[in-house]
């Protein structure tokens, strides 16, 4: 089983990191690729290029065996759709279990995603949400691929939806980035490398 945990990274932080890590011990993981978008198709270009974005994500998942960061949205032109991502990933797994991680932010918005229905096409969608969250309204299509049992994901290779409870760590990028424009310490909401990552490129000390 391959997992696919998409995301701007601008930048990443133990939200991330912390999810990741408990999804690819719960599905039992051979791989979870982080990948970073180039282009989000959703929201402001980020300031910080891709390139760094992704060496962030290196740095903070250098220990971390069998968590790696994957780059072709970054080398992809055009808006970074993750239904061509899941796309290409089946076309070089044809036979492997995919699922993709959203949170449950990320998942309000999924029907408004570029051709949102096909995501199913190719991978399953796990969506990570808070211990004892509210299970958000679900359309009649989104009903009919739900799953309470986690055990359904390993027996068809996508088409599956599952609602996975993870640690909440109430920590985003743009507190990080207003925290450091701010003057303020951002230490313990994201990993050191980061940070020093962060203070050598002088990055977020005046954009948004
Ligand atoms: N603290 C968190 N806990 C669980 N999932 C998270 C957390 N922060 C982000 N995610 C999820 O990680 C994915 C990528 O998120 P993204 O890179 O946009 O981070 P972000 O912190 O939400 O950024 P920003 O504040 O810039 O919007 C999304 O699916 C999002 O729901
Ligand atoms: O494919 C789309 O149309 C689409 C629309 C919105 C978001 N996404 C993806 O969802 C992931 C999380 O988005 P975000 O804004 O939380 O970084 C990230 O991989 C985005 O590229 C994808």
């Known amino acids: 089983m391959i997992g696919v945990y998409g995301g701007t990274f601008n930048p990443v932080h133990y939200g991330h990191l912390r999810t990741a890590l408990e999804v690819k011990e719960l599905f039992d993981l051979q791989q979870l690729r982080l990948i970073p978008c180039r282009l989000p198709p959703h929201r402001q270009q980020p300031d910080v290029d891709g390139e760094m974005r992704l060496g962030m994500l290196e740095l903070a998942i250098a220990e971390t065996p069998g968590v790696q960061t994957d780059r072709r949205e970054l080398d992809r032109q055009g808006a970074s759709y993750m239904v061509d991502t899941l796309q290409s990933l089946r076309a070089e797994n044809p036979d492997a279990g995919l699922i993709l991680f959203i949170g449950v932010d990320a998942f309000a918005g999924l029907e408004s995603w570029h051709r949102w229905r096909h995501l199913f096409d190719y991978a399953h969608v796990v969506v990570m949400t808070r211990p004892a969250c ?23 290779t996508a088409g599956c939806l599952f609602f996975q409870a993870v640690t909440a760590l109430d920590i985003s990028a743009t507190a990080i980035r207003e925290l450091i424009k701010a003057g303020r310490n951002p230490q313990f909401l994201l990993p050191d490398a980061v940070i020093a990552y962060i203070r050598r490129h002088h990055l977020y000390l005046s954009s948004n």
């Open 134 to 156: 509210e299970m958000p309204e679900l359309s009649e299509f989104l009903r009919q691929r739900l799953t309470e049992d986690r055990g359904r994901l390993h027996q068809r």
